[in-house]
Each structure stands twice: as structure tokens, then as C-alpha cells.
């Protein structure tokens, strides 16, 4: 299973990927939400026709960049804001908004 974190497998085409047999690709929430965004990977709609990837993508729900980026976070009772990692932008991630990232 190639990792395409941020929507996309470092160094090879979509072609490429599939030409290895491949069936499925990964994908990474946060990742998605800071790079490329969920907004831009909506306008091109969703993230099938994004990734040019008509097979399936598993993607997690962002749940372990809550403990591996506790030094990034802040959690409430409703979910979790995240400051990027790139940037110091925040962001929010909701299970809802979790699910609207990951379509």
C-alpha cells in the first residue's frame, strides 16, 4: 500500500502507482488539511478526482497527530486545534470535519 500522505505518492505518477499493482493508497487528515487543503481538494471534487486515484484511499481520521503533535495542540470537548507544524497556522479538526477532509 503506497503512502500518499498529503495526497499525493512522492515521486511517482498516479499511472506509476497503479502500474505497480497497487489497489489502494494511504492518506493522512491533517496532512490533507495543511497540504494540499480540504477547500482545494473540494474545488477539484473530492479527493478521488484530486488524486487522479479512482481506486480506493484509506485515509485515518487525524486521531494520532492528537498525541504525536501534543506539543501542537489544544483539545476541547467538541475536538481539537492544531497549530501547523509549517506554518503556526491554526486548525481545527472536528470528527465532522474529519469526515469532510477525507471525501
Given amino acids: 500500500m503506497p503512502v500518499g500522505t498529503a495526497a499525493s ?10 502500474e505497480t499493482g497497487a489497489d489502494i493508497i494511504l ?3 491533517y496532512h490533507l488539511m495543511l497540504r494540499p487543503g ?6 477539484f471534487g473530492g479527493l478521488h478526482k484530486f488524486m487522479n486515484w479512482q481506486r480506493p ?9 492528537v498525541y504525536s503533535l501534543s506539543d501542537l495542540r489544544s483539545i476541547d470537548e467538541d475536538g481539537v486545534t492544531f497549530r501547523s507544524h509549517i506554518d503556526g497556522a491554526r486548525i481545527y479538526l472536528s470528527p465532522e470535519r ?3 477532509v477525507q471525501h
Fill in 57 to 65: 484511499i484509506l485515509t485515518d481520521s487525524g486521531g494520532f497527530q
Fill in 9 to 18: 505518492v512522492k515521486a511517482m505518477t498516479p499511472e506509476t502507482v497503479r
Fill in 98 to 100: 474529519s469526515i469532510q
Fill in 27 to 29: 492518506g493522512n487528515t
Fill in 38 to 43: 480540504a477547500e482545494r481538494v473540494a474545488k
